[in-house]
């Protein structure tokens, strides 16, 4: 945001940032974060009990 209010400023164009439109995205961004995150962990807990290690 703050390079594109940069480059509006530079060619004499106002800048608006619309604020519920980028709290929506950033609480998007976040719950499709915690959504793919949140089945991840059982796996490495699985692989790093002793019985999951492998040697070569």
Same mark, same amino acid.
């Given at each position: 945001? %703050?390079? =594109?209010?940069?480059? &509006?400023?530079?060619? =004499?164009?106002? #800048?608006? #940032? /619309?604020? @519920? ?5 950033? +609480?998007? +961004? =976040?719950? #499709?974060? !915690?959504? #793919?995150? %949140? @089945? =991840? @962990?059982?796996a490495p807990w699985r692989l790093m009990r @002793? /019985? +999951? &290690? !492998?040697?070569?």
């Amino acid at each position: 945001m %703050a390079l =594109g209010a940069l480059l &509006l400023t530079m060619t =004499g164009h106002t #800048v608006t #940032v /619309d604020w @519920p439109v980028v709290a929506a995205m950033t +609480g998007t +961004g =976040g719950a #499709v974060i !915690r959504l #793919v995150t %949140a @089945p =991840g @962990p059982s796996a490495p807990w699985r692989l790093m009990r @002793p /019985d +999951g &290690l !492998r040697t070569e």
